[in-house]
């Protein structure tokens, strides 16, 4: 599991919000203001037409330096156009680090009872952070005590009634709340741990009644061979789980609750086929380890070819052809489901861009900047079912190695294989089809190959036995075949 929590400063709580200047009228506890952190956020300037000696009247300030956002990075880490494997690389090869594309969003990582040297500290900036959260909910409610008017001029102010509660409230079916209202009960929050104490906080919800739980690869990990893994749910309810199956190149896991409840509710899945650019998002997680949490956004792409990684000198790459959307995902929302207006899953949230200083695979925690990236559901649902019945997951294939190099030309075939082996297996489907070493893929059907990953992922969203049509170059002339894919059983 990846460490990059680690060596992150520790952010400072929020002080509470400025006292308004002091008026003849205000109350005496103002003044104990005197002497506080400087505010984190400005108070805004009285609205024009403020009447004289208006106790809540300050002058407009121009924004701080540094103000929140920053800009935005001139290149992202993606577009390195450096960027690449060595050629001859093969399928299933590690990814090299230095080319990555995409960071896996990692379990946050979890306080240790005694943590060892570089261990742990991730923990620690969740405890923080919910300490500031804290704390700032405290300092904003001095601040509104403080600032309280206490003249007798009267207000203008309407109040809503407060009989019923919050409880009363209806909300409307498709809405925002209503999904979330729906959709948490069926959400877990993942603790996996290895036997030597590592390990990370991620997400899941519910797949069947039977107690599976599908998630990504990576927030289970740490729980493989002879680990430890746990599931919570919003009300509190935590469950042991084992690993009945993973898939590390597409990056899905499936878990299965020891002792499930027999009230278990699978969320309904959808149709990731059927989403467009600009249809609406919900994704539910445990962002640095804050569970239950929710978030909203678009879908901001279809399709786009992802290689990540968690950043790990170990760490083999997964291939997708994602949905991108910019709903808030952090680390911890790995696994976690992105829904559409409906409430139907169309996505397990599994990668984000980041643009931390140090670059991708940096001892820096990442964080969301709007690009997160999905595994489709139809594709997810796939895998998930053959790792419940085999406990393996299956990949088509084209029987041919390709380069993992950055490239906008298309996915080249490589001169030999991995270990040594022929780049193009014999009698495999390639073969049949008559590609050959240093033939470049340039299309597989409709879609536009630029890169081996590219290729990889898209060939990774077909099912063995299905035919494709691939477009290839050779010595400047342009050749269309069709090839029917074979399958690979299990990760290599």
Same mark, same amino acid.
């Given at each position: 599991m990846s460490t990059e929590n680690e060596g992150n400063p520790v952010p400072p709580a929020p002080s509470a919000p400025p006292v308004p200047?002091?008026?003849?009228?205000?109350?005496?506890?103002?003044?104990?203001s005197d002497g506080g952190e400087a505010p984190t956020t400005p108070i805004s300037p009285a609205p024009q037409g403020a009447p004289a000696g208006d106790p809540y009247a300050s002058p407009p300030q121009a924004p701080a330096e540094g103000s929140w956002p920053p800009p935005p990075p001139a290149t992202p880490a993606y577009?390195?156009?450096?960027?690449?494997?060595?050629?001859?690389?093969?399928?299933?090869?590690?990814?090299?680090?230095?080319?990555?594309?995409?960071?896996?969003h990692q379990p946050f990582q979890q306080p240790q009872p005694a943590p060892k040297k570089g261990n742990g500290r991730g923990g620690l900036v969740a405890a923080v952070l919910v300490a500031a959260?804290?704390?700032?909910?405290?300092?904003?409610?001095?601040g509104y005590t403080l600032a309280k008017n206490n003249d007798d001029t009267g207000s203008t102010t309407v109040s809503a009634s407060s009989d019923g509660g919050a409880t009363q409230v209806k909300r409307a079916s498709g809405t925002i709340a209503a999904v979330a209202h729906?959709? $948490?009960?069926? &959400? #877990? !929050?993942?603790?996996?741990?290895s036997t030597s104490g590592e390990g990370g906080t991620g997400t899941g919800f519910v797949f069947d009644t039977q107690g599976h739980i599908i998630t990504n690869n990576h927030v289970v990990a740490d729980a493989l061979d002879g680990g430890k893994l746990s599931a919570t749910f919003p009300d509190g309810k935590k469950y042991d789980a084992e690993v009945v199956g993973h898939a590390q190149g597409y990056d899905v896991a499936v878990i299965k609750l020891k002792n499930p409840p027999s009230d278990l509710k699978p969320l309904a899945l959808g149709n990731s086929d059927n989403v467009a650019v600009g249809d609406e998002t919900i994704a539910i997680g445990a962002p640095?380890? $804050?569970?239950? &949490? #929710? !978030?909203?956004g678009i879908i901001s792409a279809k399709n786009r070819p992802v290689a990540?990684?968690?950043?790990?000198?170990?760490?083999?790459?997964?291939?997708?052809?994602?949905?991108?959307?910019?709903?808030?995902?952090?680390?911890?929302n790995s696994g976690g489901p992105l829904m559409d207006a409906s409430g139907a899953v169309i996505g397990i949230n599994s990668a984000i861009q980041s643009a931390s200083s140090g670059?991708?695979?940096?001892?820096?925690?990442?964080?969301s900047i709007g690009l997160g990236f999905a595994i489709p559901i139809n594709q997810a649902k796939y895998v998930a079912q053959q790792l419940i019945k085999t406990g393996k997951p299956v990949y088509a294939k084209i029987g041919a190695s390709v380069s993992l190099e950055d490239s906008t030309n298309g996915a080249q075939i490589t001169d030999a294989g991995t270990g040594g082996s022929a780049a193009v297996e014999s009698g495999g489907p390639a073969d049949k089809a008559g590609l050959k070493p240093g033939d470049v893929i340039t299309k597989l059907d409709d879609s536009v190959i630029d890169s081996g990953p590219t290729l990889i992922g898209e060939i990774w969203t077909h099912k063995p036995g299905d035919k494709v049509q691939i477009t290839y170059k050779r010595g400047g002339s342009e050749h269309t075949v069709t090839v029917t894919l074979?399958?690979?059983v299990g990760d290599n």
């Open positions: 200047p002091t008026s003849p009228a205000a109350s005496p506890q103002a003044a104990a577009a390195d156009a450096g960027a690449g494997a060595a050629a001859g690389a093969g399928w299933g090869s590690p990814y090299d680090q230095q080319h990555q594309q995409y960071q896996q959260l804290v704390a700032g909910g405290v300092g904003g409610g001095l729906n959709a $948490l009960p069926s &959400t #877990v !929050t993942i603790e996996a741990e640095f380890g $804050l569970s239950n &949490t #929710v !978030t909203t990540s990684s968690d950043g790990s000198s170990t760490s083999k790459a997964s291939y997708m052809s994602a949905l991108q959307t910019d709903a808030s995902i952090n680390p911890g670059g991708l695979g940096s001892t820096g925690q990442s964080g074979t399958s690979r």
